[in-house]
Nanobody
Framework: QVQLVESGGGLVQAGGSLRLSCAAS????????MGWYRQAPGKQRELVAV???????NYADSVKGRFTISRDNAKNTVYLQMNSLKPEDTAVYYC?????????????WGQGTQVTVSS
């Protein structure tokens, strides 16, 4: 199995920056993609950014130009650099790992890290 542990969340003023980290351990093989999701109170969980096996990235329109997802395969870690933070970015951020083994897709989640952006 795969375990994901997020870190780096916290309280920041609008316009500030944070970098989230997600350390993966376990069976880090056959990974299709890793990404970050977030869920704000009263809202559905939404995709923030994803990086595929091949290294391509995709972002939600709301964070394009402000957030950057990256990975360090040697450390089995994915990062989310968040700049120019807005109060609307306040949410619990979850790391996700998408794995395909024998045509069976499995999604793993971390416990989440709170990001709070004050006005």
């Amino acid at each position: 199995q795969v375990q994901l542990v997020e870190s780096g969340g916290g309280l920041v003023q609008a316009g500030g920056s944070l970098r989230l980290s997600c350390a993966a351990s376990g069976s880090i093989v056959s990974v299709n993609a890793m990404g970050w999701y977030r869920q704000a109170p009263g809202k559905q969980r939404e995709l923030v950014a994803v990086i595929t096996r091949g290294g391509s990235t995709n972002y939600a329109d709301s964070v394009k130009g402000r957030f950057t997802i990256s990975r360090d395969n040697a450390k089995n870690t994915v990062y989310l650099q968040m700049n120019s933070l807005k109060p609307e970015d306040t949410a619990v951020y979850y790391c996700n790992l998408d794995r395909v083994v024998s045509a069976a897709r499995t999604r793993y989640w971390g416990q989440g890290t709170q990001v709070t952006v004050s006005s």
